[in-house]
């Protein structure tokens, strides 16, 4: 299968491979990411996903390959590319504005210039009467939406998302995905998702990788094409073959 | 949090406690010299009330500066020796064995070497105080959220970063709690030197009272010393209280 683009990738991954302890994880995984594109990398639990997601986010070094971002090789090292996970990790002792400023404040910009940005975030994104609150006071789902505009606000151009929506309840998650997709469509920033949501990867990815084996390795990778990506797409007949086709690759 | 009706329990108690002393001494089951009824340390404590005040300054300020300096010291050493392995492996032994020290033997030392005025006061309660905020803050630094620093690292934060937005505010409930251990400690400790060699300060009216066999007046700098530690351990409250506004109201 050849689903190249023209354009050059804004991140590529060149054959990683990583070993735990003597133990292959990860094997010759090769992937690209092209600008405003979100690709998944959907696998099973333990399919070495998150270890993946450590290589490209610089806290982990891989035994092989090597991660290339905008032409320059960034192998193990962090603070370049933002990401988000599970876990929502807002800073507890700060105020929602002010964690989602903590980027800008970690770069050394004005604090009243950064919080400014984040209230001005938050109310683009309806969420500013809760600039003065801490995280505790906050729903997950909430959290999550904070989190998400925390990673955006660091880096524009790149995020790497871990199952950001996996902790949250079904209602929660549906309302997420519209969400997020709504986010997407007004910033278009190149995206890797991993999930082991099936669903999920086929409603809000441009491309999926498949990840599995022993070590782990790309599996598959499938393209899917939409016009109109909303909640309404996921009871549709070509949402059934995509899933048919993902299932089959999983297997 | 605390509920008033809840604080009805300790004053009964209180007052139920007082009062059987005080029968038990007018019935003269306990004698005069043993022990002293609370009327009589509260004529006492209303006598030498100037006095008290005038020794209780001089205490307040050994403790506020050893207690200060303590604490200081304290999260020095807890910040060097969080940062650098090194200086933890060399020192951390040592920390624990200036603990093993028994002040009552150290105390008379430092006057030799320090004089009869403040400083060896200062120094015996920076002894006693900087080491439950070491430990605390310690303990707490090489707890944090692991996920939370990596987080920062990957915006780039440097170890500045990582102290100021996570390791500090995270170690907070445990610096009070030493806080609260170094800053009782402190009124202690202050007394305890005073005892060994000075010329003013609580410790030193309560060893002129004791020899005098003035009971009923060391009673009195009892209460005041007690006094004392409380309202340090108020203020320390209200100081947690201002300084963790994320808490829980």
């Known amino acids: 299968m050849n689903l190249s683009q023209n354009s050059e990738p804004i991140l590529e991954a060149k054959d990683i491979g990583f070993a735990y302890d003597k133990r292959k994880i990860i094997t010759g995984v090769n992937l690209k990411l092209h600008k405003n594109e979100l690709v998944s990398l959907l696998g099973v639990s333990g399919s070495g996903k998150s270890t993946l997601f450590n290589i490209i986010a610089g806290l982990l070094k891989p035994d092989t390959g090597k991660i290339v971002y905008e032409g320059a090789d960034i192998t193990g090292k962090s603070g370049i590319i933002s990401y988000s996970f599970q876990k929502d990790l807002l800073l507890p002792y700060l105020k929602i504005e002010e964690n989602v400023a903590l980027p800008l404040l970690i770069k050394k910009e004005k604090k009243s210039t950064a919080i400014k940005k984040a209230q001005e975030m938050l109310k683009e994104f309806r969420l500013d009467a809760y600039a003065s609150n801490y995280p505790r006071e906050l729903s997950g789902g909430m959290r999550q939406r904070i989190a998400l505009l925390r990673t955006y606000l660091f880096s524009k151009d790149l995020s790497l998302l871990d199952e950001p929506f996996s902790a949250l309840d079904a209602i929660t998650k549906d309302e997420m995905h519209e969400w997020y997709m709504n986010m997407r469509r007004r910033y278009n920033t190149s995206t890797i998702f991993i999930t082991h949501d099936v669903d999920e990867a086929i409603l809000l990815s441009d491309r999926i990788y498949i990840l599995g084996n022993t070590p782990s390795t790309i599996k598959a990778e499938l393209k899917i094409e939409v016009n109109n990506r909303n909640n309404d797409f996921k009871l549709s007949e070509s949402f059934l073959e995509y899933k048919k086709e993902v299932l089959r690759n999983l297997e | ?249």
């Open chain 2, 1 to 249: 949090m605390k509920n008033k009706k809840d604080s009805i329990y300790p004053i009964a108690f209180g007052i139920v406690f007082l009062a059987v002393w005080q029968i038990l001494c007018t019935l003269k089951v306990i004698p005069a010299f043993l022990m002293p009824s609370p009327i009589q340390i509260i004529k006492a404590l209303v006598e030498d009330f100037p006095l008290l005040m005038y020794h209780l300054a001089v205490t307040l300020a050994e403790s506020l500066i050893g207690l200060i300096a303590g604490v200081l010291l304290g999260l020095i050493f807890a910040l060097l020796m969080d940062r650098f392995i090194k200086v933890y492996k060399t020192f951390y032994p040592f920390v624990i064995i200036s603990q093993t020290i028994p002040t009552i033997a150290i105390a008379p030392l430092l006057v030799l070497w320090f004089g009869y005025d403040l400083l060896p006061k200062v120094i015996l309660i920076i002894l006693v105080t900087f080491f439950p905020i070491t430990i605390g803050l310690l303990e707490s630094f090489k707890s944090a959220d692991k996920d939370e620093i990596n987080l920062l690292k990957s915006m780039g934060a440097s170890e500045f970063d990582i102290y100021k937005f996570i390791k500090l505010p995270s170690s907070m409930g445990k610096f009070f709690a030493a806080l609260k251990i170094s800053a009782s400690y402190s009124v202690v400790g202050g007394v305890i030197s005073e005892w060994l060699g000075g010329f003013r300060g609580l410790g030193v009216y309560m060893t002129r009272v004791r020899k005098a066999y003035a009971f009923d007046k060391m009673f009195a700098v009892i209460i005041i010393i007690s006094i004392l530690s409380l309202l340090l351990l108020k203020a320390v409250d209200l100081l947690q209280k201002l300084s963790m506004p994320w808490e829980e109201k």
